[in-house]
């Protein structure tokens, strides 16, 4: 299935940039969305994507990109923007309430409200046979920290998406990947013990990597997977398990 129109957030590394690449590979048209212009125009180029400027948690960013994309409509979101400042910018050992309170709306906007206005804004222009894939985290399931109780937030927020649009013939799924090799996310915080740590919780044996997640994000907009909707599908080998 190629030929779709789908907008990748967040795309300029890690994930997102490997998800892009993989609709691109298929023939789609790709367009990316990032915060910085540079990294955002040269990850676009190398895999032959759209860029679009756009802080999500900005209204006016996201109603500019509704409106760069009206023309065109959309058979595909996916939202990759996001981020875990309790890594970016860690808190000190004793935390005020303020900063607390700070860091958990912070985490919150960035991971969630993000994806409910840029989704809010861009719903009318999915074509029906669509697709809503949001990106959470293994943390949702332990949910102790901001970040992992706004990635759970993410995902119960997406299978009410799913209600929401699934008349008009529009999928919506959460991928919940675990550990993730080269992704940036711990921000060189990550030690060789903690990652021993996480690759022997695995089933699997080993650390999961970009193109796994991509390649399950791909098969969710694809016609194999119209019946899959409101949704949590782990990529995390064997780490977390449903049962």
Not at 88 to 103: F, G, H, I, K, V
Not at 118 to 129: I, K, N, Q, V
Not at 167 to 194: C, K, Q, W
């Amino acid at each position: 299935m190629s030929g779709r129109v789908v907008l990748v957030t967040g795309a300029s590394r890690g994930i997102g940039l490997a998800v892009a690449g993989r609709f691109g590979a298929a023939g789609d048209t790709v367009v990316v969305t990032g915060r910085d212009d540079a990294r955002l125009t040269e990850a676009a180029a190398s895999i032959g994507a759209r860029p679009l400027r756009c802080d999500h948690t900005e209204l006016a960013d996201v109603r500019d990109l509704g409106t760069a994309l009206a023309a065109d409509g959309l058979d595909a979101i996916v939202h990759c923007a996001g981020g875990n400042l309790d890594l970016s910018d860690p808190l000190p050992d004793q935390a005020t309430l303020e900063q607390q309170a700070e860091r958990w709306r912070g985490n919150l906007e960035l991971n969630v409200v993000s994806a409910v206005i840029t989704t809010a804004a861009l719903a009318p222009l999915l074509r029906s046979g669509g697709s809503v894939v949001t990106i959470g985290s293994i943390g949702a399931e332990y949910a102790a920290s901001s970040y992992g109780a706004a990635k759970a937030a993410l995902a119960a927020w997406t299978a009410g998406v799913s209600a929401e649009l699934g008349e008009a013939g529009v999928s919506a799924n959460t991928v919940s990947p675990g550990y993730i090799a080269g992704t940036g996310y711990f921000h060189g915080r990550l030690s060789d013990e903690r990652r021993e740590r996480l690759i022997a919780a695995t089933h699997d044996g080993r650390a999961g990597t970009v193109e796994d997640v991509a390649e399950t994000v791909f098969f969710l907009a694809s016609e194999g997977a119209r019946h899959i909707t409101g949704q949590v599908l782990h990529v995390n080998g064997g780490a977390f398990t449903t049962r």
